[in-house]
């Protein structure tokens, strides 16, 4: 974009200038090249040390019993590598989490574009912005001292006998106890760090990003597209459920993705709540340990350099890396796929 | 009111009465008295900005959709005030209205469903009794499409070329058995062959519908329709513009021997 | 809910009442139910927030002291503080601010002022998309390697340099999209107006398009910034302490932060632990919302200039 001055008027003022300015933003424009390359050099350099230990890992550990080993003991003397033991424990809060987050967000991304009205969209908007800001550490504490203790009492209420007069005794969970029959429903006991809690507030962490995300897909859904429906007698939540949220469809699911990518890489909140405790299996009530709470727990004890517990951890952040990664790339191939077909 | 003559009332499907549009503080269209006989054609001409598709969007009450308009005035619905002042005005169901007059949109819009489920939707959301196959394929047939699609009813409707997405949406705005549709400048996204094949239709559609058409194509009006009104628009004090009703005849008055100065010029191609 | 079909209606032939139901009344009920729900799921959300901001109010606002805010840890919770935390944190924002706003800034220049969507450009901003979706802990692997073992002299180990570089490849993703964005917002009209007038690339990013963006790129830092403060895991990984009884003597040193101070405190059993904990966590909060006022101060006086 520079313009060419003849050299014969004379005016060596304007040139010299023109080839120092020329100098200047060829210099700056690689500085902000070689700033450029810093990105890709964090990628490489993610990409290069999740291989290199955990290519040393493997060295160590037979990759089959990195799948198949049922338990998750790096640190003991009989040492187990079932890397299951702790996707299990992600699986356990992610799954919670969604199971949270898209109702919650996804209604209400349809609360504040189809119903709210500007007045309640100002305040509302910033408030969700207010929870996506609470850093992760801050919902921790909140799940291990606020809500396990809530949801104890809550459960031991449930389990409580309720005295029941005698031709009630058809229902389940029934028992007697001399001289009278009581209901008592044997809820299980939740222990203080649990997969539940954990999961629950790690929902409520990631609703936000659920919530914009499909708000966006829903808003950029034409108008004309709603006004067909209308038109043809249809009500406010008809339109919504049949038009506009298949409309929406794609942002929506990719929003869900990501949110499912989010929750699986998350990680104070699960080491805080979630507990310590490699377990495998599907019952949230139990502390569990992920795979981030495994790498917290490593790092902040005195493993040395190049020893295999040090490996370890390089090799579970692999996995997490490779699962997210996936994610991530299926919800953008997702868009992309399936957007031209709505619009 | 000058220049508007009405068939007798028992013939009229709607009724529109000193009718005025505002949007926010602005008048858009004033003073509008028109008549629409059923089983007839009647179309709305007029430069662009004069508020033919405003009165238009009036006769399903589709403006209830846009916050900042305002209806003044009576349209009347097979008898039946649709903008009923007072404590009726809050209890008033354009849902009912909507299924008996549909409509058919300027630019295609078909959902984002298959062929079928298009045309099925909206019989299905108004409690359709019957049989579901019958009736999508009577509508495919009274929109003229049912050749070119029976073979591919699960496809999704966004796969069709643009002038059959246009009868796709006539199929289904005629699948719930409006009694009027209303077609706001139903051809001016479609090329000239779509044009004509749509222009066809609306002929045989007029047995069974009542049709009110906004074009901007004084042709297609003078081609299609049995009454025509002409709108125009005039520029207020505060610097805008607002739309009014010039005249209201049968067609070949209008285009042969119009009473009224502007739309003599408007019809010779004098302006707009 | 009267509609029209309600009254009588003379002469024009109606759709056959037994063809069509449409149960009105009942799809209404519907409607609003599907209402409710998407009330109530809203504020189901902003409920849970009141809660935790509530619990957190209640539980810290009692041990908040000066004791508090000037002291070290201990093991006795009455005589504990977040001093060092204090530092370090502040050691690390300041270090992050000048690594990650050049580097930032400049990606950001780079790929939407300077690129002419080269491969090169492409391949940047797939990197940058990925690495936005990365947890943060991995981060925390890769500074582990790359800066406390192979720079590790340089870096002085589990050092504070080593956790705001850390730090600064997390958040440069949101840096270099703010800084886009930003740079997309000014309008073609003011570049042509520079270029008319002689000016080569950089003059007219460095006297026009820069200082229009300005506003926005400085919200997006500190957006960022806001981000990073919260930051634990990658921290931990790096190596981070958890017990800090000293203040860091400069970026070579040892080190910890607010959000671990109040991890290591809630991992402890004794409640007043866990309320001195609330109480760090205020503090946080506090200092989170005086920066995200900043960001949507700047925001709101940059969209009324323009």
């Given at each position: 974009?520079?313009?060419?001055?003849?050299?014969?008027?004379?005016?060596?003022?304007w040139?010299?200038?023109?080839?120092?300015?020329?100098?200047?933003?060829?210099?700056?424009?690689?500085?902000?090249?070689?700033?450029?390359?810093?990105s890709?050099?964090?990628?490489?350099?993610?990409?290069?040390?999740?291989?290199?230990?955990?290519?040393?890992?493997?060295?160590?550990?037979?990759?089959?019993?990195f799948?198949?080993?049922?338990?998750?003991?790096?640190?003991?003397?009989s040492?187990?590598?079932?890397?299951?033991?702790?996707?299990?424990?992600?699986l356990?809060?992610?799954?919670?989490?969604?199971?949270?987050?898209?109702?919650?967000?996804?209604?209400?991304?349809?609360?504040?574009?189809?119903?709210?009205?500007?007045?309640?969209?100002k305040?509302?908007?910033?408030?969700?912005?207010?929870?996506?800001?609470?850093?992760?550490?801050?919902?921790?504490?909140?799940?291990?001292?606020?809500?396990?203790?809530?949801?104890?009492?809550?459960?031991?209420?449930?389990?409580?006998?309720?005295?029941?007069?005698?031709?009630?005794?058809?229902?389940?969970?029934?028992?007697?106890?001399?001289?009278?029959?009581?209901?008592?429903?044997?809820?299980?006991?939740?222990?203080?760090?649990?997969?539940?809690?954990?999961?629950?507030?790690?929902?409520?962490?990631i609703?936000?990003?659920?919530?914009?995300?499909?708000?966006?897909?829903?808003?950029?859904?034409?108008?004309?597209?709603?006004?067909?429906?209308y038109?043809?007698?249809?009500?406010?939540?008809?339109?919504?459920?049949?038009?506009?949220?298949?409309?929406?469809?794609?942002?929506?699911?990719?929003?869900?993705?990501?949110?499912?990518?989010?929750?699986?890489?998350?990680?104070?909140i699960?080491?805080?709540?979630?507990?310590?405790?490699?377990?495998?299996?599907?019952?949230?009530?139990?502390?569990?340990?992920?795979?981030?709470?495994?790498?917290?727990?490593?790092?902040?004890?005195?493993?040395?350099?190049?020893?295999?517990?040090?490996?370890?951890?390089?090799?579970?952040?692999?996995?997490?890396?490779?699962?997210?990664?996936?994610?991530?790339?299926?919800?953008?191939?997702?868009?992309r796929?399936?957007?031209?077909?709505?619009? | 009111?000058?220049?508007?003559?009405?068939?007798?009332?028992?013939?009229?499907?709607?009724?529109?009465e000193?009718?005025?549009?505002?949007?926010?503080?602005?008048?858009?269209?004033?003073?509008?008295?028109?008549?629409?006989?059923?089983?007839?054609?009647?179309?709305?001409?007029?430069?662009?900005?004069c508020?033919k598709?405003?009165v238009?969007?009036?006769?399903?009450?589709?403006?209830?959709?846009?916050?900042?308009?305002?209806?003044?005035?009576?349209?009347?619905?097979?008898?039946?005030?649709?903008?009923?002042?007072?404590?009726?005005?809050?209890?008033?169901?354009?849902?009912?209205?909507?299924?008996?007059?549909?409509?058919?949109?300027?630019?295609?819009?078909?959902?984002?469903?298959?062929?079928?489920?298009n045309?099925?939707?909206?019989?299905?959301?108004?409690?359709?009794?019957?049989?579901?196959?019958?009736?999508?394929?009577?509508?495919?047939?009274?929109?003229?499409?049912?050749?070119?699609?029976?073979?591919?009813?699960?496809?999704?409707?966004?796969?069709?070329?643009?002038?059959?997405?246009?009868?796709?949406?006539?199929?289904?705005?005629?699948?719930i058995?409006?009694?009027?549709?209303?077609?706001?400048?139903?051809?001016?996204?479609?090329?000239?062959?779509s044009?004509?094949?749509i222009?066809?239709?609306?002929?045989?559609?007029?047995?069974?519908f009542?049709?009110?058409?906004?074009?901007?194509?004084?042709?297609q009006?003078?081609?299609?329709?049995?009454?025509?009104?002409?709108?125009?628009?005039?520029?207020?004090?505060?610097?805008?513009?607002?739309?009014?009703?010039?005249?209201?005849?049968?067609?070949?008055?209008?285009?042969?021997?119009?009473?009224?100065?502007?739309?003599?010029?408007?019809?010779?191609?004098?302006?707009? | 809910?009267?509609g029209?079909?309600?009254?009588?209606?003379?002469?024009?032939?109606?759709?056959?009442?037994?063809?069509?139901?449409?149960?009105?009344?009942?799809?209404?009920?519907?409607?609003?139910?599907?209402?409710?729900?998407?009330?109530?799921?809203?504020?189901?959300?902003?409920?849970?927030?009141?809660?935790?901001?509530?619990?957190?109010?209640?539980?810290?606002?009692?041990?908040?002291?000066?004791?508090?805010?000037t002291?070290?840890?201990?093991?006795?919770?009455?005589?504990?503080?977040?001093?060092?935390?204090?530092?370090?944190?502040?050691?690390?924002?300041l270090?992050v601010?000048?690594?990650?706003?050049?580097?930032?800034?400049?990606?950001?220049?780079?790929?939407?002022?300077?690129?002419?969507d080269?491969?090169?450009?492409?391949?940047?901003?797939?990197?940058?998309?990925?690495?936005?979706?990365?947890?943060?802990?991995?981060?925390?692997?890769?500074?582990?390697?790359?800066?406390?073992?192979?720079?590790?002299?340089?870096?002085?180990?589990?050092?504070?340099?080593?956790?705001?570089?850390?730090?600064?490849?997390?958040?440069?993703?949101?840096?270099?999209?703010?800084?886009?964005?930003?740079?997309?917002a000014?309008?073609?009209?003011?570049?042509?107006?520079?270029?008319?007038?002689?000016?080569?690339?950089?003059?007219?990013?460095w006297?026009?398009?820069?200082?229009?963006?300005?506003?926005?790129?400085?919200?997006g830092?500190?957006?960022?910034?806001?981000?990073?403060?919260?930051?634990?895991?990658?921290?931990?990984?790096i190596?981070?302490?958890?017990?800090?009884?000293?203040?860091?003597?400069?970026?070579?040193?040892?080190?910890?932060v607010?959000?671990?101070?109040?991890?290591?405190?809630?991992s402890?059993?004794q409640?007043?632990?866990?309320?001195?904990?609330?109480?760090?966590?205020?503090?946080?909060?506090?200092v989170?919302?005086?920066?995200n006022?900043?960001?949507?101060?700047?925001?709101?006086?940059?969209?009324?200039?323009?």
């Amino acid at each position: 974009m520079s313009v060419e001055m003849s050299s014969e008027n004379g005016s060596s003022l304007w040139q010299a200038n023109y080839k120092r300015a020329k100098r200047l933003e060829n210099i700056i424009k690689f500085l902000c090249g070689i700033c450029a390359i810093i990105s890709i050099a964090t990628t490489a350099g993610i990409i290069g040390t999740l291989i290199f230990e955990t290519i040393e890992f493997f060295k160590e550990v037979p990759f089959w019993r990195f799948l198949t080993d049922t338990r998750w003991t790096p640190l003991f003397q009989s040492k187990q590598f079932g890397i299951f033991v702790l996707i299990s424990a992600t699986l356990r809060t992610s799954g919670i989490a969604i199971l949270v987050a898209v109702p919650l967000g996804l209604l209400s991304a349809i609360f504040l574009s189809e119903f709210a009205s500007l007045r309640v969209r100002k305040v509302l908007k910033p408030l969700l912005e207010i929870l996506a800001g609470i850093p992760s550490v801050v919902f921790g504490y909140f799940a291990l001292l606020t809500v396990t203790p809530v949801l104890q009492a809550f459960f031991d209420f449930i389990r409580t006998p309720v005295m029941i007069p005698p031709w009630l005794d058809f229902l389940p969970f029934t028992n007697y106890y001399e001289p009278d029959y009581f209901l008592e429903i044997p809820f299980p006991y939740l222990q203080g760090f649990n997969a539940l809690s954990a999961g629950l507030v790690l929902g409520i962490s990631i609703t936000p990003l659920v919530a914009s995300l499909s708000e966006d897909a829903i808003y950029s859904v034409p108008q004309d597209l709603r006004a067909g429906a209308y038109a043809l007698g249809a009500t406010q939540r008809e339109t919504i459920l049949a038009v506009v949220i298949p409309a929406a469809l794609s942002g929506i699911v990719a929003s869900v993705i990501l949110a499912i990518s989010r929750a699986v890489g998350e990680t104070m909140i699960v080491t805080l709540a979630a507990g310590q405790n490699p377990h495998l299996g599907l019952n949230p009530f139990v502390p569990v340990m992920t795979m981030t709470a495994y790498i917290v727990q490593v790092s902040l004890g005195d493993t040395a350099v190049g020893t295999l517990p040090y490996k370890t951890i390089f090799a579970v952040g692999m996995t997490l890396f490779l699962i997210t990664l996936v994610l991530n790339i299926f919800s953008f191939w997702f868009v992309r796929r399936f957007r031209e077909r709505y619009e | 009111m000058q220049g508007i003559s009405s068939p007798t009332k028992t013939d009229v499907a709607i009724s529109v009465e000193q009718l005025n549009v505002y949007y926010g503080s602005n008048l858009a269209v004033r003073d509008v008295y028109l008549d629409v006989p059923r089983h007839q054609i009647a179309a709305f001409i007029g430069p662009s900005g004069c508020g033919k598709s405003t009165v238009l969007r009036c006769l399903n009450r589709m403006n209830d959709l846009i916050a900042s308009a305002r209806v003044e005035g009576n349209i009347f619905f097979e008898g039946q005030n649709i903008y009923p002042a007072g404590e009726a005005a809050k209890k008033f169901d354009p849902v009912e209205l909507r299924r008996r007059v549909g409509m058919v949109f300027q630019k295609p819009n078909p959902f984002p469903k298959s062929i079928y489920e298009n045309v099925a939707w909206g019989a299905r959301i108004n409690g359709y009794k019957g049989n579901m196959d019958e009736l999508v394929e009577r509508s495919l047939r009274g929109a003229a499409i049912w050749d070119e699609v029976k073979d591919k009813l699960k496809q999704s409707g966004l796969s069709i070329s643009g002038g059959q997405q246009q009868r796709l949406c006539i199929a289904r705005a005629i699948a719930i058995e409006p009694e009027v549709i209303l077609m706001d400048e139903p051809c001016s996204a479609l090329d000239p062959i779509s044009t004509l094949k749509i222009e066809e239709l609306m002929s045989s559609l007029k047995e069974k519908f009542t049709i009110v058409i906004v074009t901007h194509n004084m042709q297609q009006a003078s081609r299609v329709s049995d009454r025509t009104a002409f709108f125009n628009a005039e520029a207020t004090d505060a610097g805008g513009k607002v739309g009014y009703l010039v005249e209201y005849d049968d067609t070949e008055v209008i285009f042969g021997n119009p009473k009224e100065k502007y739309t003599r010029d408007y019809v010779s191609g004098r302006f707009g | 809910m009267t509609g029209i079909s309600d009254t009588p209606i003379t002469g024009a032939p109606v759709a056959d009442a037994a063809k069509f139901v449409p149960q009105r009344r009942w799809r209404y009920r519907l409607d609003r139910a599907f209402q409710i729900a998407t009330i109530a799921a809203t504020a189901i959300a902003i409920l849970v927030l009141a809660w935790l901001l509530i619990d957190v109010l209640w539980n810290g606002l009692g041990s908040l002291s000066w004791t508090l805010l000037t002291s070290f840890p201990s093991r006795k919770p009455e005589e504990a503080g977040i001093l060092a935390a204090l530092a370090g944190t502040g050691w690390i924002m300041l270090l992050v601010a000048i690594f990650s706003f050049p580097i930032g800034v400049g990606s950001g220049l780079f790929l939407e002022e300077f690129s002419d969507d080269t491969w090169f450009a492409r391949f940047v901003e797939i990197n940058i998309s990925n690495l936005a979706g990365v947890p943060s802990i991995i981060y925390g692997l890769l500074g582990l390697t790359a800066f406390v073992i192979v720079l590790g002299d340089y870096t002085g180990g589990r050092s504070i340099l080593t956790g705001a570089l850390t730090l600064t490849l997390l958040i440069l993703p949101i840096i270099i999209v703010a800084t886009r964005e930003s740079l997309r917002a000014v309008p073609n009209s003011l570049r042509q107006a520079g270029y008319a007038l002689g000016g080569n690339r950089w003059q007219v990013i460095w006297n026009h398009t820069l200082p229009a963006s300005f506003p926005g790129i400085l919200t997006g830092v500190i957006l960022a910034l806001s981000r990073a403060i919260g930051e634990t895991a990658p921290l931990i990984t790096i190596g981070a302490l958890t017990f800090v009884p000293f203040l860091p003597d400069g970026p070579l040193s040892p080190f910890t932060v607010l959000p671990i101070q109040v991890y290591n405190w809630v991992s402890r059993p004794q409640k007043e632990f866990h309320d001195i904990a609330a109480a760090g966590i205020l503090v946080l909060l506090v200092v989170l919302l005086l920066m995200n006022s900043v960001a949507v101060l700047l925001r709101s006086r940059f969209q009324k200039d323009r």
